[in-house]
């Protein structure tokens, strides 16, 4: 009964072409010199041209802007997982308490909250605090990180017997001890999710960036303050868009099936 | 009870509410003023409210978006739900090619769009020019795609096998089968999708970004667009801010309405 079907095989292999088709003309625009840029634009570039990429990572000092994405990705995610679970484990467990159950609704209902909503004062009072930069950025990604990693987190914590904590409480252990040692390690699946999902939303993130910071700049921030300078340089913009989309393209290819369950697992519960 | 609960929401609480709560608050505090942003203002009551809809560049911005958002969210969602049926059917490579249809999922939308911005200026100009609004629709269900054909998949893979054998054995062709057993079974996440993608596409901004900034003339500017350009550099701060509330109503109201009446039709 395991009969291939080839027939649909093809057709999906050639509706993938319309995701591969803009990557591939990405690249080899990128290995061009701008005179090669004629005809369909599909062809193989004649004489590859590696400048490009050093004329764009001088251009927009790229190794700063790719810096300074990684430490906001780095620090958002590491500080969500470590306080988001926290809080979350908190609310799970004292659901019954009307304080902690409204608390649940006061985070959750901010999904319906659309940034632009708080995108006006939201600058205003970052700038007044001294916060409209990476340390600003990082704390805003984590705050607004709760609405959806709670709403995640509390769901997958409610599965989780509470006897297993009884027994490290009868060991004397308290109420800090039992989530770092007991339910913290339980969380890695849920952590992998929240991780990989905080991790594309930082790293990929224009709007916030655009309007919090006010001298350092992220990678797809880089790419909106050059666009005006890349204008007839079509060759050099190309290698910086490259560089610019190529650390996460590269985890994604060896992460394709951990990435894709995380989401998953995020979607299914949402 | 551990007096550590408390301790544990704390911190948590008071961030929450001085960077998210305060700031809706002063939101709708500043909606009811003149303020451009800096420096002195006074209260002017609903007046921003009232002039908001009289305002032909905030009902172009509505009109514009709404035909977006709609447009892009059934195309979305048609085109994820028929490759997802495809991926979940008896094919090779399945996991190479779910693996090819997530891609523009991870990728920066702002960065995606300067991509297909010299892809239509030089194949299909029309879609910066008089059809610029197709060419955000294009970037829109290109991206939006991948995220949801893995919903559609994780919904497909609830369908327990037998009950397509049993329809197969029934005689039901495939788009029959299709119809009356797979369909009601992934209602639930139809509507989710429809919702979330609409709700998603009300707040474009990236995509024009890098596309056409709002142009020809004001043609793509989007509602978030608005408010980010009149509101920053427009000195109409308090007038976006009553446009932002209004705006955010709009998103909740439509997206309570929708789910009625996908709900309804999940019951049917």
């Keep these: ?270 | 009870m551990s007096r550590a609960f408390y301790w544990m929401v704390l911190p948590a609480f008071v961030l929450f509410f001085v960077f998210h709560t305060v700031p809706v608050l002063q939101g709708v505090y500043y909606s009811l003023t003149d303020s451009p942003g800096y420096g002195e203002h006074a209260f002017v009551g609903l007046r921003n409210y009232v002039n908001l809809f009289k305002d032909d560049r905030i009902l172009d911005a509505y009109l514009f978006t709404f035909q977006f958002a709609v447009v892009a969210t059934i195309l979305t969602n048609v085109i994820a739900l028929a490759i997802a049926v495809g991926l979940s059917a008896r094919i090779r490579f399945r996991t190479a090619l779910r693996g090819i249809f997530f891609i523009p999922n991870v990728l920066a939308i702002l960065i995606v769009g300067y991509i297909f911005n010299y892809l239509f200026s030089n194949y299909v100009p029309v879609l910066l020019g008089e059809l610029a609004w197709i060419g955000v629709v294009v970037v829109a269900v290109w991206q939006a795609v991948a995220f949801n054909i893995i919903i559609y998949l994780a919904g497909l893979q609830t369908i327990p096998e037998d009950l397509h054998e049993a329809a197969r054995i029934d005689g039901a062709g495939s788009w029959r089968r299709f119809r009356s057993v797979v369909f009601p079974l992934i209602a639930p996440f139809f509507t989710v999708n429809m919702v979330l993608s609409l709700k998603n596409f009300l707040q474009v901004f990236d995509h024009i970004v890098a596309l056409t900034n709002g142009g020809p003339g004001t043609a793509t500017t989007s509602v978030s667009l608005l408010i980010y350009t009149g509101g920053f550099q427009g000195g109409e701060y308090a007038y976006q801010t009553a446009n932002a509330i209004v705006y955010f109503v709009v998103i909740v109201l439509v997206s309570i309405f929708q789910l009625r009446i996908l709900q309804r039709r999940e019951q049917l």
């Design chain 1, 1 to 270: 009964m395991t009969r291939v079907n080839w027939w649909l095989t093809g057709l999906l292999a050639a509706c993938s072409l319309t995701v591969l088709v803009p990557l591939y003309f990405t690249v080899v625009t990128a290995l061009k010199s701008p005179d090669q840029l004629t005809g369909s634009g599909l062809a193989l570039p004649s004489e590859i041209r590696w400048s490009n990429f050093a004329t764009a990572w001088e251009l927009t000092g790229y190794p700063r802007a790719a810096l300074t994405s990684a430490l906001i990705t780095v620090s958002a995610v590491l500080l969500t997982l470590l306080t988001n679970s926290l809080v979350a484990y908190a609310i799970a467990r004292n659901m019954e308490r009307r304080l902690f159950k409204g608390l649940y609704y006061y985070f959750v209902s901010a999904l319906f909250v659309p940034f632009p909503i708080i995108m006006l004062p939201v600058v205003k009072q970052t700038s007044m605090l001294g916060l409209d930069n990476q340390a600003g950025l990082i704390l805003l990604y984590v705050v607004y990180g709760l609405a959806f990693n709670i709403f995640l987190y509390v769901g997958y914590i409610r599965s989780i017997p509470v006897s297993l904590e009884e027994a490290a409480r009868v060991d004397g252990a308290g109420t800090w001890t039992v989530f770092w040692r007991v339910i913290f390690p339980l969380l890695a699946p849920m952590n992998a999710t929240v991780g990989i999902l905080t991790f594309l939303w930082a790293w990929n993130d224009f709007l916030l960036p655009l309007v919090v910071l006010s001298e350092a700049q992220t990678l797809p921030l880089v790419q909106y303050v050059f666009q005006s300078q890349f204008n007839t340089d079509y060759t050099v913009a190309f290698a910086s868009y490259l560089m610019a989309l190529a650390p996460v393209l590269i985890v994604y290819v060896f992460a394709q099936r951990w990435v894709i369950s995380g989401v998953l697992r995020g979607s299914v519960k949402g």
